[in-house]
């Protein structure tokens, strides 16, 4: 596989995130219901209809929109300096990656919220595994060339 197979891979990845996260900033009301029991394995209802739905409908729209950002981005630097072989969008993709992936699942096990950490590693292996691939068949091409 080559280095525009995993940047392809990496750009389709962040673009079905963006849809994601802006759901829960469109649609939150349904997405949320959904991101309850996949990101944090709260059952329906578990959360109570008024004020108290309402800030954590608040809080998953943030999240949302802050995640649709990241992906733009990501894909941003996946179109461009990465598709031109600029080594510097490798190494800052995978530190936002890395940054986010530590962060995120140390304070979900910290709390006691092991689904979430668990379902981080889906997003890990959807953004992690096309740009390892990327760094993989650069290198090897480097090597060659």
Known sequence: MTTEFY???LLLASGLIAAYAASL????????R???????GIQAGAVPDGQPRSYVLFIYGVLGAVLAGWM????GIAAGPLRSGERWARTVLAASLGTWFVLDTGLSLAVGFWQHAV???????CLGLPLAGCWSTAK???LQG
Do not use: E
């Not at 900033?25 to 949320?32: D, E, K, N, Q, W």
């Not at 733009?72 to 894909?75: C, G, L, P």
């Not at 379902?119 to 292996?125: H, I, T, V």
């Open 72 to 75: 733009v981005t990501i894909a």
């Open 34 to 40: 959904l991101f309850d029991v996949l990101g944090f």
């Open 25 to 32: 900033v469109l649609a939150g009301s349904i997405t949320g």
């Open 140 to 142: 090897a091409s480097s």
């Open 119 to 125: 379902f981080n590693l889906f997003f890990l292996g």
């Open 7 to 9: 940047r392809r891979w």
